[in-house]
């Protein structure tokens, strides 16, 4: 058994600087054709010299691939029009982080007041720029994204014309919401159709499957599948593969983040055909989100394979997920 993919997208990517960029780059460039690049570096990319010199360094770590890193900033309420106007084609979205709920996510937002927040949110409208959000509140952690969902209507209402990416949503509240709305997306990673927090701490702690927003209970894995199998258009797969060095997961105080990229397509498209929806996977993967942000990707041309893979125990210093097991597919060509 055999499917092609046509030029895939993963619509949020860590890759991270220095020597881990030079290692995780190649992982999706190799079988992606492009990404939504995630700004949480130290100092996060808050400026056009350090968004352009980033993504020269991406370009660096995938030469010899097809392959475009799709440049986020880091959201601050004191960008203005002539600000974000100023960067052109160069940006492409801009991410908003709550303070401190997250990796590197110190410098985020504060508090969701319209009034603190508009005069960046309505050049950002007028701008087409979508607002990409880590969407959780700081109460219980299994209740965090399901009290962010109000915030999100709040938004919403308020700027119909921008659209609101609910990023890495794990929950049916999420799910339901997205729905209601015609101004909100979300991007669903593999992690979130593949595990509950069963498999996080149900029995020995696994730490590299923990990451933020945890993943929640066996209904809200669900939802997320069933919008993801239909190849619902308001869902792209965005893997926020994250990579942390082993010993920062290995640790009595574990980083939260599940590095996925190298395996993403393979084990999405073993999921997919378990629950025989192989044709909804170009959807999830790549149609979805050339729609919602009006990106045209390069051509590329994935041929997957019904023929298993084995994950390596260790890429450079990371550890991946459903590493030393196998996956029933494989990449066979790319094009
Ligand atoms: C991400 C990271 O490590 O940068 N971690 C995570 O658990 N998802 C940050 C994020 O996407 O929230
Ligand atoms: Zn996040
Ligand atoms: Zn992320």
């Known amino acids: 058994m055999e499917i092609t993919l046509k030029s895939p997208l993963d619509m949020h990517l860590h890759l991270r600087d220095g020597d881990m960029l030079r290692t995780v780059a190649p992982l999706s460039s190799q079988s992606f054709a492009g990404a939504i690049v995630m700004p949480n570096l130290v100092p996060p990319v808050t400026t056009k010299d350090s968004l352009l010199s980033y993504k020269e360094r991406i370009l660096e770590a995938t030469k010899g691939d097809v392959f475009t890193p799709y440049m986020t900033l880091f959201f601050k309420s ?22 401190g709920i997250t990796t590197n996510s110190e410098g985020g937002v504060s508090g969701f007041e319209l009034d603190t927040l508009r005069p960046t949110l309505e050049a950002m409208s007028e701008l087409g720029l979508p607002l990409c959000i880590h969407g959780e509140t700081n109460g219980f952690v299994m209740d965090r994204e399901a009290q962010f969902v109000p915030i999100y209507e709040k938004l919403a209402n308020a700027f119909p014309k921008l659209k609101i990416i609910m990023e890495h949503i794990t929950t049916k509240e999420s799910v339901e919401a997205l729905e209601r709305y015609e101004n909100l997306y979300a991007t669903i990673t593999l992690h979130h159709l593949l595990i509950t927090l069963d498999d996080v701490a149900g029995g020995m702690l696994k730490p590299h499957l923990f990451c933020k927003p945890i993943a929640k209970r066996p209904h809200d ?3 997320l599948l069933e919008v993801a199998l239909e190849g619902n258009p308001k869902v792209m ?3 926020d593969s994250a990579p942390h060095p082993q010993h920062a997961k290995e640790s009595c105080g574990c980083a939260a983040g599940v590095f996925s990229a190298p395996l993403a397509l393979i084990a999405l498209a073993e999921l997919f055909e378990k629950h025989n929806a192989l044709k909804k996977l170009q959807n999830f993967v790549s149609n979805n989100a050339q729609k919602i942000y009006s990106i045209t990707p390069a051509e590329k041309t994935i041929l997957l394979k019904k023929q298993p893979t084995l994950i390596p125990a260790k890429y450079g210093n990371v550890v991946p997920m459903l590493a030393n097991e196998e996956v029933l597919w494989s990449i066979e060509q790319i094009r």
């Open 78 to 99: 004191t960008y203005d029009y002539d600000f974000l106007a100023d960067f052109g084609d160069t940006l492409t979205a801009i991410k908003l982080y709550p303070a």
């Open 237 to 239: 797969f965005g893997s």
């Open 221 to 223: 894995k669900e939802a």
